[in-house]
């Protein structure tokens, strides 16, 4: 079980390493399922996991490694400022 624990940690740290290093981050997202904003984040960023949105269907919780420039295009693009 230590065995298993160590690789986690190590997992982990290497990958907060690659992503500071290389400026990503992940981020997990709820949009519209089959909207704009799915088909966005299919082109430009990694989708890494998509499930049903549990509390309402409709929408998709896309977990995506994105970098700050793509973060803020999505942004820009798809969500409003108050």
């Keep these: 079980m230590f065995y298993f624990l160590?690789?986690?940690?190590l997992?982990?740290?290497?990958e907060e390493?690659?992503?500071k290093a290389t400026g990503r981050k992940r981020i997990v997202f709820r949009v519209p399922a089959g909207g704009k904003e799915a088909s966005w984040?299919?082109?430009e960023a990694a989708v890494t996991n998509v499930v049903a949105c549990p509390e309402n269907s409709q929408y998709l919780?896309?977990?995506v490694i994105i970098t700050d420039t793509?973060?803020?295009k999505f942004?820009?693009?798809?969500i409003k400022s108050k």
């Design 41 to 43: 984040l299919y082109k």
């Design 61 to 63: 919780r896309m977990t």
């Design 11 to 14: 997992k982990g740290r290497i």
């Design 75 to 78: 942004k820009h693009a798809f």
């Design 70 to 72: 793509c973060l803020n």
């Design 17 to 19: 390493n690659l992503f």
């Design 6 to 9: 160590g690789l986690d940690v």
